[in-house]
């Protein structure tokens, strides 16, 4: 099965679907789901799957904020993605936490810049263009308060990626 973790941001659905038309003229892709991911894990049997859930449990983390903060795009030249910043020292201490307990099954992050994929780009006409008018794209500061990150399970079908959580862990108050 395809695994990742991550944390929900789907209260945030309206705003980001109105960023979403925002974006300048291209064909895109849009996520129907809204989620940062924390790490993403790829195919893993259910032995194995069964010790991350296992591991993840013994992360302890208490309630912090974030933020979004500001608009851009994976893939310099070529934009692939496009995304939202989300600005918190604290979730990237929790994923290095992620990274350290998972690290006998898999390899750390080389870096981890917190975002959420708003849309993914499939064709741009003009691509310097389209780079400059993304950045006239406004975003408002939308302050989120995390109280959990959950392991997901991701089934690609052609009508998109279907989700379903295995396992929620909260923080510790």
Known sequence: MRLFIAINFNEFSGYFQDLQKKLPKARHTFPKDFHLTLK??????????????????????????????GIGNFGG??????????????????????????????KKEKSFEPHLTIARVKFIENKKEYIENLKKVKTEKQPKKVNSFELIKSTLTPEGPVYEVLGSYKAVQ
């Open 77 to 106: 030249k070529f934009v692939k993605i496009v995304f939202v910043r989300i600005v918190s020292e604290k979730m990237i201490d929790l994923q290095k936490q992620i990274d350290e307990k998972l690290s006998d099954f898999f």
């Open 40 to 69: 993403f894990l790829g195919e893993v049997d259910d032995s194995k799957a069964e010790k991350i859930k296992g591991k993840l449990t013994e992360i302890k983390f208490k309630p912090f904020e974030c933020e979004v903060s």
